[in-house]
């Protein structure tokens, strides 16, 4: 009885392929942001973990007061910004600040701002990194034509 050529290669074994060993936890690490998006005539302050390590004790300290739905809300004072205990690798939280046009037409709203994020891993020092924000640039973005 003849063996195909194919039933011979499938019947050899073949060494195992050798995947690269993952990177070392210790070289894993988080990558904490305080992003703006304005999308849809809404602006929202966005905080995520771009790393692939997990962020504990997250907090973000604004340069100045950021007051949300038009003007009856601290958002900058939010526990979520201040008592953040745990931030996975990829997540991010959204959080609603306010209507595009009011923010951009509130004097004192619209001004720039630092946002000092910092948080801690483990087996690492406590790390902090400054975002500069400047909502002005958002004014003259073209509208949508439907």
């Not at 005539?41 to 340069?63: E, I, M, P, Y």
């Not at 003007?71 to 008592?83: A, H, M, Y």
């Not at 209507?99 to 902090?128: C, H, I, M, N």
Request: glycine content about 4%.
């Amino acid at each position: 009885m003849k063996v195909s050529k194919s039933s011979r290669s499938a019947s050899r074994k073949r060494p195992p392929v050798k995947s690269e060993d993952p990177s070392p936890v210790s070289a894993r690490s988080a990558e904490v942001v305080l992003d703006v998006n304005v999308e849809n005539d809404r602006v929202h302050l966005v905080l995520a973990n771009c790393g692939d390590a997990v962020a504990t004790d997250v907090q973000v300290k604004f340069s100045r007061t950021l007051v949300g739905l038009s003007g009856s809300l601290r958002v900058s004072s939010l526990p979520i910004f201040t008592k953040l205990g745990v931030l996975r690798p990829g997540r991010t939280v959204k959080v609603f600040w306010d209507a595009a046009p009011t923010l951009l037409a509130q004097k004192g709203q619209s001004e720039p701002f630092v946002a000092t994020v910092s948080w801690s891993e483990r087996s690492r020092s406590r790390q902090q990194v400054d975002y500069h924000h400047d909502l002005s640039v958002y004014r003259q973005l073209p509208a949508a034509l439907d």
